[in-house]
C-alpha cells in the first residue's frame, strides 16, 4: 500500500481536463485568427504621390509574430490530442510536467511576438519624433486597424497560455 500511486478524484480531473481542452480550443482559435488576419493584411495608398504598401512581410517583427502564432497553433493541436489520449486513464501528475513545459515555453513565444508586433505597431501608429520616424496609420489605416485586431486577438490566445501553465502547474503537483 505505501507504494500504491494515490490519484485525483475523478470529478477533480475531469474539471482539469475540460478547462484544458477549453483553454486549448480557445488558444489554438484565437492564434490561427491572429496569423490569418496578418497574413491576408495588405493595404496600398498613394503617398506624396507615390504609390506604396503595407504588408506583414516587410517586417522582421510582424513576421515573427505570424510564426509564432503557426507555432503555437500546431503546438496546441499536438496538446490537445495529448491531453484527450491521457484523459482516457488515470496517470501520474509528472506526466503533466512535458505538458507544462510545452505550455512554457509557447507562452512564451507568443509573449515575444505579440511583444514585437505591438512595439512596431504603436511605432507605426504614433511614430517617433526623436528618430524621425513618422506615424503611417494615417495613410494606412486599413492595415493599421487589421495589425490591431490581429495583435489583440493573439494577446487572447497568449492570455489563454499563462492561465493553461497555471492549470497544468498545479496539476502536476497534486
Known sequence: MANAAV????????????????????????SAVAAIL?????????????????RYSYDS???F?????????GVTILSLLLILVLSCKPIYPKCYFFIFFLDLVMGYVLVAGCAAATAIGLLGKYGNEHTGWMAICNNFGKFC??????IA???LSMISYVILTLVTANASRS
Open 7 to 30: 490519484y485525483p478524484p475523478l470529478t477533480s480531473r475531469k474539471l482539469i481536463f475540460s478547462i484544458q481542452i477549453m483553454l486549448r480550443i480557445v488558444a489554438i482559435i484565437a
Open 61 to 63: 517583427s510582424f513576421r
Open 145 to 150: 486597424n487589421r495589425t490591431t485586431n490581429a
Open 65 to 73: 509574430f505570424v510564426l509564432g502564432n503557426f507555432m503555437a497553433v
Open 38 to 54: 496578418m497574413i491576408t493584411n495588405n493595404d496600398t495608398e498613394i503617398v506624396y504621390g507615390i504609390q506604396a504598401d503595407a
Open 153 to 155: 486577438t493573439s494577446y
